[in-house]
């Protein structure tokens, strides 16, 4: 696989490790880290076999990355992330950023409304009302993806077939994603957390640090383990 980065990206990079005391020894893609944390030592080994969707839910944007029988197949970049969600809910909801926040770290997003479920005070109505639309434009982008990958090869064949999608990154953290994405897309959606679902151990962290962090060390980790 050819890589290419701009320069300017790269030493940007490059600057901040070198002004925090630290000196660079190797500059490698996120994709590659994911796949390394995620699949490559994930406690479950069939991954390695199958064929996999990386959903990587951070700030700014959202990557995209299907690994089949330990490969690369497919890489996208999606510019709908979690700073996406926060700023439509301070517009809709007519709040500063920080409310915006915590207000969506309230929400919990799922495939259908429950009838028994708790009255939800009107700002978090609004939320929810602001992030779905961006939540169910991603989706139909992720979908226009798989059909793709999925049209290079005959119908239901086992390339063909995403069996899993493994999320992680800040906003994977949602309360009911992985069960809202399972509905949309109808593949198994799951939360990956590096620390429980990996060899990788917790370290210094409590077990606590490491159940919440853990979906936000996945290109980390797989820095580490590179």
């Known amino acids: ?15 901040v490790l070198e002004n925090a005391g630290l000196e660079p ?3 490698d893609i996120e994709a590659f880290a994911l796949m390394r944390s ?13 064929t996999v969707a990386l959903l990587d839910m951070g700030a700014s944007h959202t990557d995209l990355n299907i690994v089949s029988g330990g490969r690369f197949v497919l890489t ?5 992330a979690g700073s996406s969600l926060t700023m439509a809910i ?15 770290k309230r929400i919990r997003i799922g495939p259908v409304a429950q009838e028994d479920a708790e009255p ?3 700002n978090l109505v609004r939320a929810i009302r602001a992030i779905q639309p961006l939540l169910d434009e991603l989706l139909r982008e992720i979908r226009r993806s798989l059909h793709y990958y999925q049209s290079q090869f005959p119908e239901g064949t086992p390339e063909a077939t995403v069996s899993r999608l493994l999320l992680t990154g800040g906003t994977s953290r949602m309360p009911g994603l992985p069960e809202y994405v399972s509905a949309r ?6 939360v990956m957390n590096v620390l429980t679902d990996s060899g990788i151990k917790e370290g210094c962290l409590t077990e606590e640090e490491a159940k919440a962090d853990g979906p936000l060390l ?9």
Do not use: F
């Not at 701009?6 to 940007?12: D, F, H, P, T």
């Not at 995620?38 to 199958?50: A, K």
């Open 1 to 15: 696989m050819l890589v290419a980065a701009a320069r300017e990206l790269v030493a940007s990079r490059v600057a």
């Open 185 to 190: 897309l109808n593949v198994q959606a799951d």
């Open 38 to 50: 995620l699949v490559e030592h994930s406690t479950d080994s069939n991954l390695l076999s199958q």
């Open 120 to 122: 939800m005070d009107e």
């Open 218 to 226: 996945a290109v980390a980790a797989g820095l580490a383990l590179r």
């Open 90 to 104: 301070k517009s809709l909801a007519g709040c500063d950023e920080i409310s915006a926040e915590a207000l969506k």
């Open 25 to 27: 020894l190797v500059v």
């Open 76 to 80: 996208r970049n999606i510019p709908i």
